[in-house]
Structures are given as structure tokens and as C-alpha cells.
């Protein structure tokens, strides 16, 4: 028996057993359905990815905007008494600290290495 004498034999034989098999009624339907309801929850998927990457933009956006006014003021030096308490957090403080931070432990290891 030759190799295509087995394919021959073996392909047949798949042949009968599927010849014999019949799929339900309504499976025709039943995954056309399917299909369409995993690209609609694709579809809802990515629209709830790109919501939720706008709104993110939409937050840094508002957390990092001035609050104050853009006028032509000069820098002056201002002396005042003890906390005044209305010392605000920024977006772009919070940067700077982060950036510090790394900045630092990049330098250290430098310095270790000499």
C-alpha cells in the first residue's frame, strides 16, 4: 500500500462519516447570529475604550489648565506673614516631582559608578 493509497483510504472514510452527519435546523441562523452579536460586542468594546481615553484626555486637560489669568503682569517679590492656606496642587507640580524623582535615581546610580 502506497501513501496515496492511505490518503485515498482515509479521505473516503472521513467522506462516509461526514456523508452521515447533518447539521440542526436553524444552525444556519443560529451562527449568523452569533456573528453578529460578537461584532456588535467588539463594536461596544471599542467604543467604551475610546470613551474612556477621551474622558481621561478631557481630565488631564482640565487638571493641568491655569486657573489664572494671562496678562502682561511683571515678576515682582511679594513678602507676606506666615500661611496664607490657599496653596493649590498642580497638574504640572505633580509632574515635576515625578520627573525629579527619576532624574535623582538616575544621577545617584552615576555617581555610584564613578
Known amino acids: 500500500m502506497t501513501e496515496n493509497d492511505i490518503d485515498r ?4 472514510q472521513v467522506k462516509a462519516c ?4 447533518q447539521l440542526p ?6 451562527l449568523r447570529l ?6 456588535r460586542m467588539f463594536r461596544i ?3 467604551a475604550v475610546t470613551a474612556v481615553a477621551a474622558a481621561t484626555a478631557v481630565l488631564a486637560v482640565v487638571l493641568m489648565a491655569r486657573t489664572e489669568p494671562h496678562g502682561d503682569r ?3 517679590i511679594v513678602a507676606t506673614h506666615g500661611n496664607r492656606g490657599d ?14 524623582l527619576f532624574r535623582r535615581n538616575r544621577t545617584s546610580k552615576r555617581k555610584e559608578d564613578e
Open 9 to 12: 483510504n482515509l479521505s473516503s
Open 18 to 21: 461526514v456523508a452521515e452527519i
Open 25 to 30: 435546523d436553524g444552525f444556519a441562523e443560529r
Open 34 to 39: 452569533s456573528v453578529h452579536r460578537s461584532q
Open 45 to 47: 468594546r471599542i467604543l
Open 74 to 76: 511683571g515678576a515682582s
Open 87 to 100: 496653596e493649590r496642587v498642580s497638574g504640572w507640580m505633580l509632574l515635576s516631582v515625578f520627573r525629579d
